[in-house]
């Protein structure tokens, strides 16, 4: 539907997960894809080779984009190779479970550094180019959890929510270049780091009972949205955040729609359990 085709895009964060169901995605619209990661080259590298079986080019590059200085050698370089950059998706996002008890300077400085000031980092370097260009799409993976606060995710939200602001204040400046920013928050959606919360059946069952789309969202559902803001047709949307939660946030009950019993808000939720 959307198409990308001569659209140079960085997707960081994109060999497993949601950044790798976005890398695909942008590559089946005809995009050629760098695909970043940190560690795991192998999964990063078969990413690659599923966006060049779309037919587009793919650049495999390993940068920890927590720190600065590789979040801009991962733009210069993409730069260099393609001689511009046309999308950038802002997706690596250390996600923390910690009470403000737990939360010591040095976990802080991790969320926030990956969650918020990656994005700012990526954003700026890769804005100069588009600027040049007189246009461009910067996506943000920002969290459902940004926007309304989850017991126990005290640096996770701060980041997140900034990150929601980072979006606006940015496609206010960048805008008339030509240039959109946008955001979008996903609800609890089944990847590794999820694994534990989803794999507590009662936290499982809280959401479904409140998710009035009565399934755990995929890496796929969010990857959707934002392929949506990276097309021409998405030209005039900038400074939003497009929540994907399968409707969990419009749903303030706690009954659930299948059995009609009240559903317990689960420890892992509270942040009861630590
Ligand atoms: N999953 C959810 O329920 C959910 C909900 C709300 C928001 N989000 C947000 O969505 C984004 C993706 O989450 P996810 O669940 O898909 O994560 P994930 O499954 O853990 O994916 C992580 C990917 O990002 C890479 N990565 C991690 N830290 C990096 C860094 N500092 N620099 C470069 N690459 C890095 C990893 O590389 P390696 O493979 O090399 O480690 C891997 O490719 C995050 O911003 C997260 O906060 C997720």
Redesign the pocket.
């Known amino acids: 539907m959307f198409q990308l085709h001569g659209t140079r895009a960085i997707v960081?964060?994109?060999?497993?997960?949601?950044?790798?169901a976005v890398a695909l995605a942008l590559a089946r619209a005809g995009a050629d894809v760098a695909v970043?990661?940190?560690?795991?080259?192998e999964?990063?590298s078969q990413v690659a080779r599923e966006v060049e079986s779309f037919g587009g080019k793919a650049l495999l590059f390993q940068?920890?984009?927590?720190f600065p200085d590789q979040a801009c050698d991962l733009i210069r370089t993409v730069v260099e190779a393609w001689g511009g950059v046309d999308v950038l998706v802002n997706?690596?996002?250390?996600?923390s479970r910690a009470s403000l008890e737990a939360t010591d300077d040095a976990l802080w400085g991790k969320v926030l550094a990956?969650?918020l000031t990656?994005p700012f980092i990526c954003a700026r370097e890769a804005a100069r180019h588009m600027v040049h260009q007189g246009h461009g799409r910067i996506v943000n993976?920002?969290?459902?959890?940004g926007e309304h606060v989850t017991p126990g995710y005290v640096a996770f939200t701060a980041a997140?929510g900034g990150a929601n602001l980072l979006t606006k204040a940015l496609a206010v400046e960048l805008g008339p270049k030509g240039i959109t920013v946008n955001a979008v928050?996903?609800?609890?959606?089944e990847?590794?780091?999820?694994q534990e919360v989803l794999g507590d059946p009662d936290y499982r069952r809280y959401l479904l009972a409140r998710t009035p789309m009565s399934r755990i969202?995929q890496?796929e559902d969010?990857a959707a949205a934002v392929l949506f803001f990276c097309s021409e047709e998405a030209r005039w949307i900038t400074g939003q955040t497009l929540v994907v939660d399968g409707g969990l946030r419009a749903s303030s009950g706690y009954v659930s729609a299948q059995t009609g019993q009240r559903i317990k808000l689960p420890p892992s939720m509270t942040g009861a359990d630590g």
């Open positions: 960081t964060g994109s060999g497993r997960g949601i950044g790798r970043n990661y940190r560690m795991n080259k999964a990063a940068a920890d984009v927590s997706n690596v996002g250390l996600q990956s969650n990656a993976m920002t969290s459902l959890g997140k928050a996903p609800g609890s959606i990847t590794e780091p999820m969202g890496p969010v």
